[in-house]
């Protein structure tokens, strides 16, 4: 049984690389059922299964698998890595107090698994740490954490690792404090790394379409959002990150339409998953997209639910959805409640590195500051914009900001 658990194992590792989550699960829960409750095989297997099956969009069976894994691992380091996984779940499941828990949980696990020199387990204590600091907006610090991650795969022999953590730091280029033009030369050298894995090579692809759609470079963008979404169809899975990028894309590209088009069916399908932190950021999103097209009342309801559904650390998520609900205030005539809301979405993003958010941010602000009748406020809310659009090379963005100062030539 061991031996054939073993195969099993092995037969799913290189699914999950061709990115053929299903596949991968379904393998490594026929050798998980060959192994006895006690039996340390089954130890490293568990923890291995949950993962897949949460790649696999099957958000209930791998929290059950991992609650098992810590339940029943049989030493110190199998339990760490079964908690981490666990951890890495809860933070896109739940959105009450996963963050606390999760870095409680990394600081507790990382020094047991570096003990005992699990390579493998501190390489997704680094991912965990990773994303932890994504969530609060430190790309620098995320991206930090995912290059200690990608050592650890690499040392570990992990391609699969590495490759995800290598689609990770593409999409820190395109959305930290790296300008535009060194954000692509990174993600094309990313990509280069990432050539035999499909999965691993449409996680560069989208972070690419949205560097060039901030160039103003909407066909090329375009084309490579189509190339990343031919590869995805393909191996099916979870794929809800590569969307928000697309619908990114599209709102830079004046196509909220096509945007909400996205959104709309993984709203469905993120329902069905209980996939909570995702969820949430597809509503603002989705709110953002119907807000361009004058659905006033209906971007409302979605800012409500998003409100009801986003974790407090989710930095974007917060952002996003406070500037679309206060640009609709100040359209009612409530400007004291517009001005407070945007403001505080300003507030809440100064603390990142995340340079298109400020922008953004502050365009929102901007935009309310406006529409209430205060145009010396206005305009240096934009130029504040326009100044993070620049650092960035967010050319797109620039071009919104000057608009707002009445200079879309971009002149003095």
Known sequence: AGAAAERLAAAADAALL?????????????????LEWDDAARGEVLPALGAALFEAGRMTDATRVLDEAIAS????????????????????????????????????????LERDG?????????????????????????DDAWREAAECARRAGSRRELFEVIGWRATAAVLGPTPVVAA???????????????????????????LHAMKGEFDTAGRLLEQASEILRELG????????LEAFVRLLAGQPALAEASLRADVET????????????????????????GRIDEAGELCRITDRRAAPEDTVTQVIWRGVQAKILARRGRCDEAEALARAAVTLVEATDLLSHRGDAMLDLADVLRICEREEESERAARTGLAFYDLKGNAVGAVRARSLLGDRQGGE
């Not at 390579?119 to 610090?141: E, K, T």
């Not at 993120?270 to 097209?293: D, I, K, N, P």
């Open 237 to 244: 899975g979870l794929g809800s990150g590569v969307s928000h």
């Open 118 to 142: 699990d390579v493998y387990g501190q390489c997704r204590v680094w991912l965990l740490r990773g994303q932890l600091a994504w969530n609060a907006g430190r790309v620098g610090s995320a």
């Open 18 to 34: 061709r990115g053929d989550a299903s596949a991968g699960a379904r393998l490594l829960e026929r050798a998980g059922s060959l």
């Open 73 to 112: 691992a049989p030493e110190p380091r199998l339990h760490a890595r079964a908690q981490v996984e666990r951890e890495l779940v809860r933070l896109e499941t739940e959105t009450s107090g996963a963050t606390d828990q999760a870095r409680r949980v990394a600081d507790a696990m990382g020094p047991v």
């Open 270 to 293: 993120l329902s069905s998953m209980s996939e909570g932190a995702a969820l949430a950021t597809t509503t603002a999103l989705l709110a953002q997209a119907v807000y361009a097209q």
């Open 184 to 210: 692509i030369r990174r993600c094309e050298e990313l990509r280069e790394l990432v050539a035999t894995s499909p999965v691993a090579t449409a996680s560069t692809l989208n972070p690419l379409a949205l």
